[in-house]
C-alpha cells in the first residue's frame, strides 16, 4: 500500500458515491488507474463494502452498548444465540470487564430493557449485563488507522 491508495480510501471513506473522474481529478492520475487500484483494493481486503451513514434520530431509533459477562466454555453458545435478535447490530468478543459487547438499536429505553431481561439475559451461561445509551457519536478522527499506516510507511 503506498500513498496513492491511502488518498484513495481516504477520499472512498469521505464520500465512497464519487465517481473514478474525481478522484483521479484529485490524486492527479488517470481514471484507468484509481480503477485498477479501487479493484486491487477489493481483491486485497483493504475495501470490504461501500456503507451508508443514517441519522438514528430521524429514524426513530437509540443505540446502546451492552456489556455481556460469560461463562468462558458457553461464549460461542451465547454468540449464536445473539445473533438471532435484530436489534443487535455487532457482537464484540473483548478482553476486560466483558466477554462479550453488542452494539444494539432500539425504538425506546423500554424495549431496551425487554430486550435485555426477555432475550438476552435467558440465554445459558450469560452472567450478567451492563448497558451503555449512546447520547451522540463524536468522531475525532475518521481516518486514524489511514493516518497511522501512512507514518509508518515513512
Known amino acids: ?59 426513530g431509533l437509540m443505540r446502546a452498548l451492552i456489556g455481556i459477562g460469560v461463562s468462558g466454555n458457553l461464549i460461542d453458545h451465547a454468540i449464536e444465540e445473539l445473533r438471532k435478535f435484530e436489534e443487535i447490530q455487532t457482537i464484540y468478543k473483548v478482553f476486560g470487564d466483558h466477554s462479550l459487547i453488542c452494539e ?28 451503555d445509551i449512546l447520547i451522540e457519536r463524536l468522531v475525532l478522527n475518521p481516518d486514524a488507522e489511514l493516518d497511522m499506516l501512512a507514518s509508518n510507511a515513512v
Open 1 to 59: 500500500m503506498d500513498e496513492l491508495d491511502l488518498k484513495i480510501l481516504r477520499m472512498l471513506r469521505e464520500n465512497s458515491r464519487q465517481s473514478l473522474g474525481v478522484i483521479a481529478e484529485k490524486t492527479g492520475t488517470s481514471k484507468a488507474t484509481v480503477s485498477r487500484r479501487i479493484s486491487r483494493l477489493e481483491k486485497e481486503g483493504y475495501i470490504s463494502s461501500y456503507t451508508l451513514t443514517t441519522n438514528l434520530s430521524k429514524l
Open 104 to 131: 444494539v438499536y432500539t425504538k425506546s429505553v423500554d424495549l431496551l430493557y425487554e430486550l435485555i431481561q426477555s432475550k438476552i439475559l435467558k440465554i445459558s451461561g450469560i452472567q450478567n449485563v451492563e448497558v
